[in-house]
């Protein structure tokens, strides 16, 4: 089996709230495992910090995201946390069955990767795997860690643009990642108990909009066209009993103060 010859659908792009935003993606999972469509799909967060899978909650300054109004929820995949901006960060996520693509990591990596990249060139960023792992500047924060050339891309200028995270689930692969469309380092930092230096952030990331004059709309549905041509997808949405079983997980794991402040 290959991707091509799969039934597709993308989704996109939608807003909820982060814990949903986090069960759609198990219930795509189950979806393809069970038989159904792949999915890919492009969506924003309402303000929100997603924790890496291992993260020690102590790093975070709860507080401070509550007063800002910033959720949190944890993610199924490692690395840091992410401060994802309503306005300033884009998201894509593709789930595929596992037997459709490659078992080697990064041989995955580099394939889902190829409509991200693509879609840079198409808005016309000069964006490429990062090609040298700089070190960490703060490891609780996702974008501040040490740059990986597996998953991390870059501009023209080495700064990071897009993180990329993989996991599996059910016999279904899962990659989601996101896209600095422009930055608010200052909220970024301040979700974290150490307040890491917003202009040692802005030295490390990257936005699309520093480099060309584009519309976040625009960005949007390039990425959403790029993700549905790259496996021909039709338009597609959740299903009814897709969206009742997402609530489900969303309240009963993806919400729960068990899952979002357990200490790894």
Not at 95 to 110: H, I, K, N, R, T
């Amino acid at each position: 089996m290959a991707l091509a010859d799969l039934e597709w659908r993308v989704v996109g792009e939608e807003t909820r709230s982060g814990p949903m935003t986090m069960a759609l993606e198990s219930v795509a999972a189950e979806t393809v495992a069970d038989g159904g469509p792949a999915t890919v799909r492009v969506y924003t967060w309402p303000d929100t910090l997603s924790l890496g899978y291992g993260q020690d909650p102590e790093t975070i300054d709860w507080g401070y995201c509550e007063r800002e109004g910033i959720g949190v929820t944890r993610r199924p995949t490692g690395g840091g946390a992410i401060y994802h901006d309503r306005v300033a960060d884009v998201s894509y996520g593709i789930v595929a069955p596992a037997d459709a693509v490659p078992g080697d990591l990064m041989a995955c990596y580099e394939q889902f990767c190829r409509p991200v990249l693509e879609a840079f060139d198409r808005v016309g960023v000069d964006a490429a795997f990062a090609d040298d792992e700089r070190e960490a500047v703060h490891r609780p924060a996702c974008y501040l860690r040490q740059l990986h050339p597996a998953h991390d891309i870059v501009g023209p200028d080495g700064r990071k643009l897009s993180g990329n995270a993989q996991y599996r689930q059910k016999d279904a692969v899962i990659q989601h990642g996101s896209l600095s469309v422009s930055l608010r380092p200052e909220r970024h930092c301040g979700c974290f108990t150490a307040k890491p230096d917003p202009d040692a952030f802005g030295d490390r990331v990257g936005a699309i909009d520093e480099y060309v004059d584009i519309e976040r709309s625009a960005v949007v549905e390039t990425l959403r066209s790029t993700l549905a041509e790259w496996v021909d997808a039709d338009e597609g949405g959740w299903t009814d009993d897709e969206l009742a079983r997402a609530r489900e997980l969303a309240k009963e794991q993806f919400g729960t103060r068990e899952w979002v402040r357990r200490a790894p």
